[in-house]
T-cell receptor
Framework: EAGVAQSPRYKIIEKRQSVAFWCNPI?????LYWYQQILGQGPKLLIQ????????DSQLPKDRFSAERLKGVDSTLKIQPAKLEDSAVYLC???????????????FGQGTRLTVV | GQQVMQIPQYQHVQEGEDFTTYCNSS?????IQWYKQRPGGHPVFLIQ?????EVKKQKRLTFQFGEAKKNSSLHITATQTTDVGTYFC??????????FGSGTQLTVLP
């Protein structure tokens, strides 16, 4: 079974530039998460989709971050304009998203390491 | 919003010693999940606890879920160098949000 795919793996941009990350979840997974992980910290939930609807985006800085999930499958996360404090690893995860059992286990992609200079 | 606290932040142990990390949620959880992240890697699922007071074991790892479904612990018996990494708890809320704790970074000295 293919895992969660993310690209690019690494990105270096200057502050005030724009950047986009792409995620392809595991086939059939209804729930998709975007997390931001700053070095030495736990993953912070930015946005959660259930199919193509947003479940939670309360911690997404909406003045600069946006995300969409096309047709309930792939997802993109965009930052425009980037700030120095956005330097982090951006992790995409997916789960089956059903009500019980192991279906809520989250499978993570390798992440995109963003450096803003 | 939901907050998940985890202590300690760092733990250094001698190989063969035991290790415990504790997790506390500000709200009652639907389930608690534990993940391990190796340096440079991504979080990998270890286990999920659903029932109040549940205890599960995986070889040298013992996981507990509190009676109130707000706290949890992970205990490793006789640590090995392969146990090195950061251990995260993650609480699933009734609204299906998965919130991670800050993690405990475990170093095992040979």
């Amino acid at each position: 079974e293919a895992g969660v795919a993310q690209s690019p793996r690494y990105k270096i941009i200057e502050k005030r530039q724009s950047v986009a990350f792409w995620c392809n979840p595991i086939s059939g997974h209804a729930t998709l998460y975007w997390y931001q992980q700053i070095l030495g910290q736990g993953p912070k939930l930015l946005i959660q989709f259930q199919n193509n609807g947003v479940v939670d985006d309360s911690q997404l800085p909406k003045d600069r971050f946006s995300a969409e999930r096309l047709k309930g499958v792939d997802s993109t996360l965009k930052i425009q304009p980037a700030k120095l404090e956005d330097s982090a690893v951006y992790l995409c995860a997916s789960s089956l998203g059903k009500a019980r059992g192991r279906d809520t286990e989250a499978f993570f992609g390798q992440g995109t390491r963003l450096t803003v200079v | 919003g939901q907050q998940v606290m985890q202590i300690p932040q760092y733990q250094h142990v001698q190989e063969g010693e035991d290790f415990t990390t504790y997790c506390n949620s500000s709200t009652t959880l639907s389930n608690i999940q534990w993940y391990k992240q190796r340096p440079g890697g991504h979080p990998v699922f270890l286990i999920q606890l659903v029932k109040s007071g549940e205890v599960k074991k995986q070889k040298r790892l013992t996981f507990q879920f509190g009676e109130a479904k707000k706290n949890s612990s992970l205990h490793i018996t006789a640590t090995q160098t392969t146990d090195v990494g950061t251990y995260f708890c993650a609480g699933l809320s009734s609204a299906r949000q998965l919130t991670f704790g800050s993690g405990t970074q475990l170093t095992v000295l040979p």
